[in-house]
């Protein structure tokens, strides 16, 4: 797979990531978070915010591995 391949779908990837995260994380606020102190809330949103990074590091370090030779023949 070349790599333009490759970063056409590490980046469709990390667009639905990014959606799916953040719309998990509001919903889990409007939940489990409503009767919660204002420090709590901030801390959650703080680390659901940056929570996303984790997953898409594997994500961004494939779509950036570098395209294998070809086979000589």
């Known amino acids: 797979m070349g790599v333009r391949t490759r970063k056409l779908i590490g980046t469709l990837g990390l667009l639905l990531l990014v959606l799916v995260w953040s719309l998990l994380a509001m919903a889990f606020a409007q939940f489990a978070l409503r ?3 204002g420090a709590v ?3 959650y949103y703080v680390i659901a915010g940056l929570g996303w990074v ?3 590091m594997p994500l961004i370090k ?3 591995k ?3 030779p070809a086979p000589s023949p």
Request: glycine fraction near 0%; charged fraction near 5%.
């Open 41 to 43: 809330v901030w801390l």
């Open 54 to 56: 984790l997953p898409a």
């Open 66 to 68: 570098p395209q294998r």
């Open 62 to 64: 494939w779509m950036y």
């Open 35 to 37: 009767a919660a102190h």
